[in-house]
């Protein structure tokens, strides 16, 4: 299993057969090289989507058509996705277990919102959610945009999972304390990688209050782009 930061909050995960880009963000990403677009994508079976934001789903129609890959997410937004784009789309809703060539992506709830950009402002795109993907011995909570919740206990108690993808840039999601907070009272990671930083100034730079906040042996990696992380 290979984990891959895209930068701000896009992933590469290679799990199973599958490769899943999540909320792929690489045109205008600031952190994002676009040189190396090419070996960002190569291989990619489906794109996730964790809600409709700019800075998750701007790039993924254009990405979808170009590399043939389906984009999977809550029904309301891939339906609207399929029926204005032509894409295809993989739809279901939380409490949903899909199998991505081996890997089974459950969605899960998050606290935040979710619209897209229309000619007379924002356009519900459906609910925000985060998902839990599991395969090769693993369970990879990724978050989402989110603050934390009391659905965590359950979450963390049902789906178990060890490596915990979670934003935790402060301003539009959980902050580095609130992240740890959450991590500590309701999860077992033995690993955590934050996300959704770094990206603007309004962002948190780096991942200090996370450490510090996680009980010992709980590893905390600050990823770098395109990097990978194996497992």
């Not at 909050?9 to 057969?17: D, H, L, N, Y």
């Not at 792929?24 to 190396?36: C, V």
């Not at 489906?46 to 590399?67: F, M, N, P, R, Y």
């Not at 979670?166 to 959450?182: Q, V």
Request: proline share 5%.
């Amino acid at each position: 299993m290979k984990i891959t930061w895209l930068g701000h909050s896009g992933f590469r995960i290679e799990v199973e057969t599958a490769v899943l880009l999540i909320d792929p963000w690489l045109d205008g990403n600031p952190m994002f090289p676009s040189d190396r677009r090419a070996e960002a994508i190569a291989g990619t079976t489906h794109i996730l989507l964790t809600h409709g934001h700019g800075d998750h789903s701007s790039s993924v129609v254009a990405l979808s058509k170009e590399i043939g890959a389906p984009i999977v997410g809550i029904y309301d937004l891939m339906s609207h996705l399929a029926e204005k784009d032509g894409v295809e789309v993989i739809g279901f809703n939380k409490g949903g277990t899909v199998t991505l060539n081996g890997a089974k992506v459950t969605m899960v709830n998050a606290a935040h919102s979710s619209s897209i950009g229309g000619k007379d402002g924002p356009v519900y795109a459906g609910a925000e959610a985060g998902f839990m993907i599991a395969g090769e011995g693993e369970t990879i909570y990724v978050s989402g945009d989110t603050d934390i919740m009391a659905d965590m206990e359950w979450m963390a108690d049902y789906h178990k999972p060890g490596i915990g993808i979670l934003s935790a840039g402060g301003h539009f999601t959980m902050d580095m304390d609130r992240a740890a907070y959450a991590a500590r009272r309701y999860f077992k990671f033995h690993t955590v990688i934050p996300c959704h930083y770094r990206t603007f100034p309004a962002l948190a730079q780096d991942a200090a209050a996370l450490k510090a906040g996680l009980p010992p042996g709980v590893r905390v990696i600050e990823p770098e782009v395109l990097e990978p992380i194996g497992f």
